[in-house]
């Protein structure tokens, strides 16, 4: 059963290249797929894939480590430094050429 973990951040002014360089430089071996794409704002998506529950656990502890370093390069939404949601994958379609 796969599960994917979908995280908003929105980025202060000035911050945008030194996040994206950051963010590629997280430690990445849990995953099968990670993108992070930008949207209007200085708002981002980060989107990983896992093979299993136990390996997106274990990057929400070093995950939470990795969002202490980058906290004064992000805007709070509300109380809290990300907007997130995390689920079991029930659907899917691939289309590799």
Sequence with gaps: MNVMSVVKFKVKEGF???FVK????????????????????????SISEY???DKAGDDEVT????LDSV???IEYFGESRTDA??????AEIINVT
Excluded at 63 to 66: F, I
């Design 16 to 18: 945008e290249d030194k």
């Design 85 to 90: 949601a995390s689920g079991v994958v029930v």
């Design 63 to 66: 995950g939470v480590e990795w």
């Design 51 to 53: 093979d299993s529950i």
């Design 71 to 73: 906290t004064h390069m």
């Design 22 to 45: 950051a963010s590629q430089e997280f430690d990445y071996s849990n995953v099968i797929f990670w993108k992070l794409v930008a949207l209007d704002d200085n708002e981002y998506f």
